[in-house]
């Protein structure tokens, strides 16, 4: 509005539509010609949210955000871009070295190190990819599995599996003969 000359008073009642709930409630219950122009719209409006405001946090605090053992990829990611967010401004190049030196050691971290990404941006389309993949192939393998839980076979599943290939139908296992009481000891007690 100021490159296009636009005057204090249209600019100060143009604010009042870019607000919501309070802020738009404390803007309209100001006195009718308390304020003179924007400036002061501006400087009176900052003063009395001041308490709202977050601060940023330091750039050195991304050396304070790491992947956690067991955490997963796609938890981390979400986790790193809600921190990185935090921060004032970071260059890319220095985003970029933090992201890859924030994460476990593993086949994700080599490939970031060995062919580093041009950009942060590139990293952060790999690494998102890489989570996916991840995410589908667990979900791959319990479906491979039939669905047991984390993915892996239970010793019933195995033992099941194993009868159920090896079991043929006139075949007598030992646990399946019948059993024999020395007399005058039945389980009914007679």
Known sequence: M???????PVMCRAFLPTLKGSAQRWLAALPPKSIYSFEELA??????????IKPQ???THLGDILQEEGESLKT????WQKEIQSIEEVEDQTA??????SLRSGQLYRDLRDNRPATYAEAIHMTNKRANTKQAMKHKRQHEVGGSAGGKRTRTDTKERRSEVTRRPDA???YDRPVVHPIG????GQ
């Open 96 to 101: 970029l070295t933090f992201f890859i030196e």
């Open 172 to 174: 007598r296992r030992p």
């Open 76 to 79: 981390y990611l979400a986790r």
């Open 43 to 52: 400087d009176r409006f900052m003063s009395h949210y001041a308490a709202n």
């Open 2 to 8: 100021q490159v296009l000359g636009v005057r204090d």
């Open 185 to 188: 000891r039945f389980p009914n």
């Open 57 to 59: 946090k330091d750039l």
